[in-house]
Nanobody, 118 residues
Framework: QVQLVESGGASVQAGGSLRLSCAAS????????MGWYRQVPGKERELVAG???????NYGDSVKGRFTISRDNAKNTVYLQMNSLKPEDTAVYYC????????????WGQGTQVTVSA
């Protein structure tokens, strides 16, 4: 089991920055993959950024060069630094923890709203 608590969502103007945090209830080294996803009404949830337990990262095409995912292993926390925000970044952002054992287990946070105004 993994509990995830997100924070940092807010309303900002286009061009601004925000940092989202996701605190996990267990060591990040025991979690194979941590990711940030986002969802807007009527659309599927999409991957924004992910980081593996080894530290490798990947990003959605729409956020490359603007968003950065990082981790603080001592705090069991993953961050999403979002710069040069655009109105199309408006969404509910969810933190995900994926454990790969014999089966794959996905855990989700409650979501945090990010609103970017033009």
């Amino acid at each position: 089991q993994v509990q995830l608590v997100e924070s940092g969502g807010a309303s900002v103007q286009a061009g601004g920055s925000l940092r989202l945090s996701c605190a996990a209830s267990r060591s990040l080294f025991s979690i194979n993959f941590m990711g940030w996803y986002r969802q807007v009404p009527g659309k599927e949830r999409e991957l924004v950024a992910g980081i593996s337990s080894e530290g490798s990262t990947n990003y959605g095409d729409s956020v490359k060069g603007r968003f950065t995912i990082s981790r603080d292993n001592a705090k069991n926390t993953v961050y999403l630094q979002m710069n040069s925000l655009k109105p199309e970044d408006t969404a509910v952002y969810y933190c995900n923890a994926r454990l790969v054992r014999v089966n794959v287990y996905d855990y989700w946070g409650q979501g945090t709203q990010v609103t970017v105004s033009a």
